[in-house]
């Protein structure tokens, strides 16, 4: 089977179980994507009355849904869990005290151009800015890429750092969304990377198996079974409606391929604030063979105050879920706090904890 890869591209019309090589290529099915808010509203019988405010918002950061996904919304529903994490609102424009370009602090810890190091072990590339999907929570929406992508300098200046660093065993691929980049540029990344001894693991934080499981198809799987470090792919989901049979068959793909599934979500008003909602993600994804990861506080970046739940509130909806599931799918609920190393655990404490 492995030495029979190049073969099964060729073979892939004829011998093709899991039906990747009948659509058009996710090339295609990418630009083809949804950017007009008058063709969403459209689509999904939307009042009419949304559109100039999409529009407006989408000014700064522009409405992108693959059809796949919009397919998995509801008709003439403003408040469908899916909808929501997708189109520009006039609440985006309102300015929040507190909300900020750059919520995390990536800029400050830049070890390379598009190289992010902030925890001991792990290094994140910054592989390019674009993605499938534009959530409108995102909060490297206001992220210079243009100046920040690694790929600008062929990856050099991100590939000599981690030479010179051994304590990094892990580097993630991140973005945007690094599985925006073609085959063969992920292949000269990860060749490049494989020259270096100490690492040890490829992760990759990917919307694609989500938003655009076609992504997932005979070139992907070849290049990811091409690459001997161990795999993880960390995908993000917040809304078990998100899980349909194509995320389910790309999720199989995945694995089958030697990969570890996880899964981050973020805490969002409107989206999946109800321990239901969460339970049942957490139940959707281990049906998918994905074990939930992270659950993300909203990072409090501009334009996205409307997403915000008060801290006591996510901590009460994470209590309910640990009495509800088994722990390996309660994610943990974290917070990023600029400096910290590593993502804050969000727990409850009864008092203010004392100095130390
Ligand atoms: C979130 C993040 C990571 C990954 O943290 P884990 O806790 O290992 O998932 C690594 N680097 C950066 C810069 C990050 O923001
Ligand atoms: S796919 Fe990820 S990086 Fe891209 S807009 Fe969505 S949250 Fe942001």
Known sequence: MIAATSQANQLASSFDPVGIAAGPGWQRLLADAVTDPKELCSLLELDPALVLPAIAAAKGFALRVPRGYVARMRKGDPNDPLLLQVLPLAAELDVVAGFVTDPVGDLDRRAAQGLLHKYHGRAL??????????????????????????????????????????????????????????????????????????????????????????????????????????????????????????????????????????NQSVLLKGVNDSAAALAELSEALFETHVLPYYLHVLDKVQGSAHFDLAEARALELHRELLARLPGYLVPKLVREVAGEPSKTPVIGTAEPLAEH
């Open 125 to 262: 590339l910054v592989t390019t800015g674009a993605c499938a999907i534009h959530c409108r929570y995102c909060f490297r929406r206001h992220f210079p890429y243009q100046d920040e992508s690694a790929l600008q300098q062929g990856w050099q200046a991100a590939i000599e750092h981690l030479r010179a660093d051994p304590s990094v065993e892990e580097v993630i691929l991140s973005g945007g969304d690094p599985w925006s980049l073609s085959d063969r540029r992920l292949k000269q990344l990860t060749d490049a990377l494989q020259t270096l001894p100490h690492i040890r693991r490829l992760r990759i934080h990917t919307r694609y198996p989500i938003v655009l499981p076609e992504r997932i198809d005979f070139g992907l799987l070849d290049w990811l079974r091409g690459v001997r470090l161990q795999k993880v792919v960390v995908m993000h989901a917040n809304h078990a409606r998100e899980l349909d049979e194509p995320v389910r068959q790309a999720c199989q793909r995945l694995a089958s391929a030697g990969v570890t599934l996880l």
